[in-house]
């Protein structure tokens, strides 16, 4: 079956402190994946995608993300989080043949403290 | 460009009303998605359009319709409310084209059924 698990609902970093975010994915397809924002009270906005080639991908806010096929993960990263970060992510996987039809992950709510 | 407009954005209904969520984008895009946010949930997709006059169903479809007469809207018709359709609605488009995968999203409709 195809699912997404992100492991954390909550994660609390220090501002400043490195930030990671698990995401694990079961796809048949060869996968496009995704990693999403909300803010509260927003809607979703597209960090980040990976569709092929290189498996480190970059994406907006000074976030990135690494797609390992042998792990089926697709985990997020960023060397210093601001306290803007605070947010619910979400990891989404997808394919070329779907209509851009996603599966989200359940996601994982960032806290920042001073 | 205002985007994806979802309007309104909270509403409170009782048990075996009727309601639409509207949803309008005027980015031109052929694709257009509703899905559902429960808390510990992600997103689970409702129906989806591929462009005026086609719809198909998504995960969870039972207790809504849709209907896609032009480009730019895609109204979400909730026949007879209940309690298990309290949820925040999301709206979003996404351009054709498998190079444009990235979904825009509306800012939300919440819902509650009493």
């Known amino acids: 079956a195809q699912s997404v698990t992100q492991p954390d609902i909550h994660i609390t970093v220090s501002e400043g402190a490195s930030l990671e975010l698990r995401c694990n994915y079961s796809?048949?397809?060869?996968?496009?994946l995704f990693w999403y924002v909300q803010s509260p009270g927003q809607g979703l906005q597209l960090l980040l995608k990976?569709?092929?080639?290189?498996?480190l991908v970059q994406g907006i806010k000074g976030f990135e993300a690494e797609f390992k096929r042998s792990q089926s993960s697709f985990n997020l990263r960023k060397p210093s989080v601001h306290w803007s970060d605070a947010a619910e992510y979400f990891c989404?996987?997808?394919?070329?043949?779907?209509?851009?039809?996603?599966?989200f992950g359940q996601g994982t709510e960032l806290s920042v403290k001073p | 460009n205002a985007g994806v407009t979802q309007t309104p954005k909270f509403r409170i209904l009782k048990i075996g009303q009727s309601m639409t969520l509207q949803c309008a984008q005027d980015?031109?895009?052929?694709?257009m998605y509703w899905y559902r946010q429960d808390p510990g949930m992600g997103l689970k997709l409702i129906y989806y359009?591929?462009?005026?006059?086609?719809?198909d169903k998504g995960e969870v479809p039972n207790g809504y319709n849709v209907s896609r007469s032009t480009t730019e809207d895609f109204p979400l018709r909730l026949e007879l409310a209940a309690p298990s359709q309290t949820s925040v609605y999301f709206c979003?488009?996404?351009?054709?084209?498998?190079?444009?995968?990235?979904?825009?999203f509306g800012s939300g409709t919440q819902l509650s059924v009493l």
């Open positions: 979003a488009s996404k351009a054709e084209g498998s190079t444009n995968e990235k979904l825009f």
């Open positions: 796809y048949g397809a060869t996968p496009y």
């Open positions: 990976y569709f092929s080639g290189d498996t």
């Open positions: 989404a996987v997808g394919a070329s043949n779907q209509g851009g039809k996603l599966i």
């Open positions: 980015m031109n895009h052929n694709y």
């Open positions: 359009s591929v462009g005026a006059g086609i719809t």
